[in-house]
């Protein structure tokens, strides 16, 4: 059986290894969302990694509602991607763009106070982070058909824009409540058209937009992410296995590079749900590279390799703290605790000096 160090081709890209760092919102870009020359030294620190999946990076302005957080539609945000990316790759990494539109989650501030575009007229729970601190959500619109087709647009634009920046590969991001998990999830998605309804009907977007990313980047440099169980920012679904078993199959069939899925348990710290795990049926359906995440250590990162369940672990807030995570794991040393205070704050504090694992044993 496989080990987490063992190598493992995902698509068109050789990994060294089958532990991924998962994608990580660190808000660490410009109010225009450009990458900042930080972010070079943060994600070089990381090359150690199988594969980078890079912090959720929004496809258009109307997508994008997290302060601080990068894009990728205008030509600022992809030059200041490629030092970025640059650096990581003279470090021997790898990294995969995470494309992201938020949907309902966009908070109107961002839109010059415009309504955020979801599947249906829903208000996601909670609050949103703005520039001017949290605030409640508000009433989405549902999307047009007009709406969609510019949004597939700008998938494209996207993908177009990330490969001149340099990424090995792009991923979908399609889940943990945003738009096109709120199209996927009956919680979220009350349409009555092609886009509404039956669980292939709810899956068009996913499929739609999964092909724009083929169309542009080949389908072995194409991933896909999904959070099929539980609640995600209000999003959910009665019966999971009947929308993401289907879309699973789709996707093995369209040969993309590889599947990740977030699934949460009845115990996890990052979103809790007694809805079963749906991985051992997409296991059955999907023929590629499969990754899990979600709260894994190494002995049950390890286990689920040994026993089949996945190819690789995406491993997302141990990254944090410890830039020479595949070391520690490897060697068994300990880990560096993560300062929540710093997850989104600008600068270097808590981004980039964290100790390596030499820097601790000469301490």
Do not use: C
Not at 78 to 105: D, T, Y
């Amino acid at each position: 059986m496989p080990s987490l160090f063992d190598p493992i081709q995902l698509g068109a890209l050789a990994a060294p290894n089958r532990i991924l760092m998962a994608p990580l919102t660190r808000a660490r870009a410009s109010r225009e969302h450009v990458p900042t020359p930080v972010m070079a030294e943060y994600y070089a620190q990381r090359a150690g990694a199988g594969l980078i999946l890079s912090e959720a990076t929004g496809i258009s302005r109307e997508g994008l509602g997290w302060p601080h957080a990068p894009g990728l539609w205008t030509e600022e945000q992809v030059e200041g991607w490629k030092p970025v990316v640059e650096a990581l790759h003279k470090a021997g990494g790898r990294i995969f763009a995470q494309l992201w539109h938020m949907g309902r989650i966009v908070h109107p501030s961002f839109l010059d106070g415009a309504r955020p575009l979801s599947s249906s007229a829903t208000t996601a729970p909670g609050q949103a982070h703005t520039y001017d601190g949290k605030q409640d959500y508000a009433e989405a619109r549902p999307a047009t058909k007009d709406d969609i087709a510019r949004v597939l647009d700008d998938y494209s634009r996207a993908t177009r824009n990330a490969l001149r920046a340099g990424f090995d590969g792009v991923q979908l991001h399609a889940a943990n409540g945003y738009l096109i998990d709120q199209f996927l999830r009956a919680g979220a998605n009350h349409r009555d058209d092609d886009y509404g309804g039956s669980p292939e009907n709810r899956g068009r977007l996913l499929r739609e937009a999964v092909q724009r990313l083929i169309d542009e980047a080949g389908a072995d440099r194409t991933a896909v992410r999904f959070s099929p169980n539980g609640n995600s920012q209000g999003v959910e679904d009665p019966d999971p296995a009947a929308v993401f078993v289907p879309a699973a199959q789709f996707l093995s069939d369209a040969g993309i590079a590889f599947l990740e899925l977030r699934e949460q348990t009845p115990d996890g710290t990052f979103g809790r749900t007694d809805q079963p795990r749906v991985s051992p049926a997409i296991r059955k359906v999907f023929k590629g590279p499969l990754v899990l995440n979600q709260d894994y250590d190494l002995a049950r990162a390890q286990a689920e390799l040994t026993s089949g369940n996945a190819d690789a672990i995406a491993f997302g807030r141990p990254f944090i703290a410890n830039a020479d995570l595949v070391a520690r794991l490897r060697t068994g040393a300990p880990l560096n605790a993560p300062d929540v205070q710093t997850f989104y704050s600008q600068g270097a504090e808590g981004y980039t000096d964290y100790p390596l694992l030499d820097e601790s044993r000469a301490a």
